[in-house]
């Protein structure tokens, strides 16, 4: 298992226990769940806080080309990840690639605000509350690791091959903090600002710089150069056939 794998499971675990946390807070200290609302986050102290830090600073080092220990998916839009290829100058093949997964992942992103105005929906008409929407958030910090190491469901639309050449990698806070656009109040409405401000730098990159985005075009994507092996279930299949396609 590799070093950024095992980062990653740690990680994970530590979403897990922060979901738990937070069911239990549910239960036995409601009143913490009260700086949601307007400008309460900042008339008193919760759990909560802790928790807006660390999403605040995920956040903030995907906009940052530092070499820290966050995979190389989320990392590839920046030039010093950036590797030529032999391939650079296939233009018309760069722009296949970009055309048809830019598509497909505009696809999810319908599907998701379908399932967003669904929520809306419930919360509008009183079925279910802020607390809701928030822990929804919550399982969506879990289950985003979960695409990461285990299984992602978005590659049936997407069909990357895995995460470090994923179209998608850093609409992950985007995606989780969502739920929370019916949250009215600074908690809320400052992480969806900041992951809407990361949703755009990604999205420019892929604009601006596409060539970064695919492997044929950026060495550093490639099986053979692979350090990171997050999603092992794919890349033990598809290693071996895409390193000798590269070869040929």
């Avoid at 949601?36 to 999403?55: C, I, K």
Wanted: proline share 3%.
């Amino acid at each position: 298992m590799s070093r950024i794998r095992k980062i990653y499971f740690a990680r994970l675990i530590g979403r897990c226990l922060v979901l738990i946390a937070c069911a239990l807070l549910c239960i036995f200290s409601r009143q913490s769940f009260d700086v949601l609302p307007g400008l309460e986050f900042f008339r008193r102290l919760s759990p909560l806080h802790f928790l807006w830090g660390v999403w605040m600073m995920d956040m903030i080092l995907q906009l940052i080309p530092a070499k820290n220990d966050i995979a190389l998916g989320s990392k590839k839009l920046f030039r010093q990840y950036f590797r030529p290829s032999a391939l650079k100058e296939d233009l018309l093949g760069l722009k296949r690639y970009i055309l048809s997964t830019t598509r497909s992942a505009y696809k999810i992103l319908i599907i998701w605000a379908l399932l967003i105005t669904g929520l809306g929906i419930l919360h509008s008409h009183g079925l279910i509350g802020d607390i809701a929407l928030f822990m929804v958030s919550v399982a969506f910090y879990v289950c985003d690791l979960i695409c990461v190491l285990i299984w992602c469901p978005f590659r049936l639309l997407l069909k990357n091959r895995c995460c470090t050449t994923c179209r998608i990698f850093n609409w992950d806070h985007l995606m989780m903090f969502t739920p929370m656009l019916f949250v009215h109040g600074f908690y809320a409405r400052s992480l969806l600002i900041m992951s809407i401000v990361v949703f755009i730098a990604w999205e420019l990159s892929v604009v601006i710089h596409p060539e970064r985005f695919w492997f044929q075009s950026n060495e550093t994507l490639q099986c053979a150069n692979c350090t990171d092996k997050l999603c092992t279930q794919y890349c033990q299949k598809l290693r071996p056939k895409k390193d000798e396609e590269l070869e040929g």
